[in-house]
T-cell receptor
Framework: DQQVKQNSPSLSVQEGRISILNCDYT??????FLWYKKYPAEGPTFLIS?????DKNEDGRFTVFLNKSAKHLSLHIVPSQPGDSAVYFC????????????FGQGTRLTINP | DTAVSQTPKYLVTQMGNDKSIKCEQN?????MYWYKQDSKKFLKIMFS???????INETVPNRFSPKSPDKAHLNLHINSLELGDSAVYFC????????????FGPGTRLTVL
């Protein structure tokens, strides 16, 4: 039973436009959410996070939105750049105690010049 | 400087063999993890250690035995390898047990023939 789902396996966006990656979760106990970016043959690298007390967190070109009632979060990248081409993983956890990140299956983002 | 390193990067072996994957972090973190990325690309936690103490063991077969000789190292030993063990294994670390941001190594691709 997959508690974190990324229903789009791939996304193609033109350079300069906005990229929107989506993630849904089922476990209402999750209260912390993260996005990781992964290039081929490398490990995931932390991108941005948000706690459940917020509905938006922004860091430069990256913004994460959280809709708790819909159990949905999204990552917006604007403007998209060729270097953003990677696989993006959404992850969720419960704050405090032993940390266990639950990951979605990833969305491959391709930025076209 | 590599923050979280794993060796080897690739491992090809026969069924029934025993193999180890090593992980080292030079970030001074207290907590380390092993994740498995299966053929469907899901990243799933296997173990976490905090200050050399086992915290999480996610119903992993007994053939998998993590060993943490010190805070900076978490090695994974696998006995009697099976075809289904073929996957990419990622090591990660975080500053403290309660910290959600985890830093990942580059991964070890294990292929069991």
């Amino acid at each position: 039973d997959q508690q974190v789902k990324q229903n789009s396996p791939s996304l193609s966006v033109q350079e300069g436009r906005i990229s929107i990656l989506n993630c849904d979760y089922t476990n209402s106990m999750f209260d912390y959410f993260l996005w990781y970016k992964k290039y081929p043959a490398e490990g995931p690298t932390f991108l941005i996070s948000i706690s459940s007390i917020k509905d938006k967190n922004e860091d430069g070109r990256f913004t994460v939105f959280l809709n708790k009632s819909a159990k949905h979060l999204s990552l917006h990248i604007v403007p998209s750049q060729p270097g953003d081409s990677a696989v993006y993983f959404c992850a969720a956890s419960t704050l405090g105690g032993a940390q266990k990140l639950v990951f979605g299956q990833g969305t491959r983002l391709t930025i076209n010049p | 400087d590599t923050a979280v390193s794993q060796t080897p990067k690739y491992l090809v072996t026969q069924m029934g063999n025993d193999k180890s994957i090593k992980c080292e972090q030079n970030l001074g973190h207290d907590t380390m993890y092993w994740y498995k990325q299966d053929s469907k690309k899901f990243l799933k936690i296997m173990f976490s250690y905090n200050n050399k103490e086992l915290i999480i063991n996610e119903t992993v077969p007994n053939r998998f035995s993590p060993k943490s000789p010190d805070k900076a190292h978490l090695n994974l030993h696998i006995n009697s390898l099976e075809l289904g063990d073929s996957a990419v294994y990622f090591c990660a670390s975080s500053p403290r047990l309660e910290t959600d941001t985890q830093y990942f190594g580059p991964g070890t691709r294990l292929t069991v023939l």
